[in-house]
């Protein structure tokens, strides 16, 4: 399962929103915390810590609650308001920046992109250093949300194309994509604050049918994520095992 020769194990939680992501990121991040199977030192990864792009991890912004403790980096994208990229990508999703309709597909690739790329280099390095990554979203996230719009060989020149734009980012040693119906996504969501692609119903299921069509592309682990919260995460626990 694994694709880098980094010590350390790269893992990425993919989804469409409300599938669960950060619910299981969280578990995942404790249980290898508790594990102890990292091999980082302490004082290498404060060192990664100091080097970070803007406020990051910044412990009293809510919305992402990432933190490298014991080994483990809790990593989430966007970043929003904690760097410099991250508050590029919020400032889209309130569109700031216009409609998602008047921006080009090319544009907001690069936007998400930029907000990744600001950890290029620390991402590398802790895996270098045997540390563990479990990240909620990374570049496979612009495939499920940008392509959405194309069908047939525009499609698979579109996903070659957006690939492309992140290929010099480490690889992921594993991808799971939680899989959730877009009915259930929305009675999830029914209570919370939405953006421009929340907002948008007609968006929101080609996305979710999407990324169902990337993930089985790409070869990614896909996970029934309408079962119990406990289910889900003892199928990823299991899954896991075999990486680190």
């Known amino acids: 399962m694994r694709k880098n020769s980094y010590p350390g194990t790269f893992i990425v939680v993919e989804g469409p929103d409300a599938s669960g992501k950060q619910t299981q ?4 991040s404790e249980w290898l915390r508790e594990s102890n199977v990292s091999e980082i030192s302490e004082k290498k990864e ?3 810590i100091s080097r970070m792009p803007g406020k990051y991890p910044d412990p009293d912004y809510d919305k992402v609650e990432d933190s490298l403790e014991n080994g483990v980096w809790r990593l989430s994208f966007p970043t929003y308001h904690q ?3 991250g508050r590029v990508v919020n400032a889209y999703l309130q569109e700031e920046f216009g409609n998602r309709d008047e921006l080009s597909t090319q544009t907001i690739v690069d936007i998400y992109a930029a907000d990744r790329k600001q950890f290029k ?24 949300h940008q392509l959405v719009d194309f069908e ?3 499609w698979n020149e579109k996903l070659r194309q957006v690939k ?3 290929a010099d980012l480490p690889d992921a040693d594993t991808v799971f994509y939680i899989d959730v119906s877009v009915e259930e996504s929305v009675r999830r969501m029914s209570d919370k604050e ?3 692609h929340e907002l948008d119903d007609s968006y929101m299921k080609k996305a979710n049918e999407n990324g169902r069509k990337v993930a089985k592309d790409q070869g990614w682990n896909i996970i029934d994520g309408e079962r119990s919260k406990k289910a889900v995460t003892e199928d990823l626990k299991e899954k896991i095992r075999s990486l680190t």
Request: proline share 2%.
């Open 25 to 28: 990121v969280e578990r995942l």
């Open 46 to 48: 404060e060192e990664i």
């Open 83 to 85: 760097t410099p990229g």
């Open 121 to 144: 280099q620390t991402i590398a390095e802790y895996l270098s250093a045997g540390g563990i990554i479990v990240a909620d979203r990374y570049r496979e996230a612009n495939l499920i």
């Open 152 to 154: 047939g060989e525009e």
């Open 164 to 166: 492309a734009i992140d």
């Open 194 to 196: 939405k953006d421009i």
